[in-house]
């Protein structure tokens, strides 16, 4: 059974930095286009970042700019640095493996607060 795990969230001040990652397992890494979503209360489940096995990335224009994806198919991880983090930032963020079929993580909380 496919398993992502994500890392790295907590409680930031506005203007800081965070880096999430997210390990997977039980998956032919390489073949699956990886991504970051974030659902805040209230809202529904939005696309952050996405890169494909190649390295071609897509941000959410909310984003573009402060945040960074990257994949490492040899250690089968994808993180997310974001930078300048705003308090609106502050979301579950999900971590997703897509082929075909969706996966995902079980999220990793990000709360961006003074």
């Known amino acids: 059974q496919v398993q992502l795990v994500e890392s790295g969230g907590g409680l930031v001040q506005p203007g800081g930095s965070l880096r999430l990652s997210c390990a997977a397992s039980?998956?032919?890494?390489?073949?699956?286009?990886m991504g970051w979503y974030r659902q805040a209360p209230g809202q529904r489940r939005e696309l952050v970042a996405t890169?494909?096995?190649?390295?071609?990335?897509n941000y959410a224009d909310s984003v573009k700019g402060r945040f960074t994806i990257s994949r490492d198919n040899a250690k089968n991880t994808v993180d997310l640095q974001m930078n300048n983090l705003k308090p609106e930032d502050t979301a579950v963020y999900y971590c997703n493996a897509r082929h075909g079929v969706d996966f995902w993580g079980e999220g990793t909380l990000v709360t961006v607060s003074s």
């Open positions: 890169v494909i096995s190649d390295g071609t990335t």
């Open positions: 039980r998956i032919a890494f390489s073949l699956y286009a």
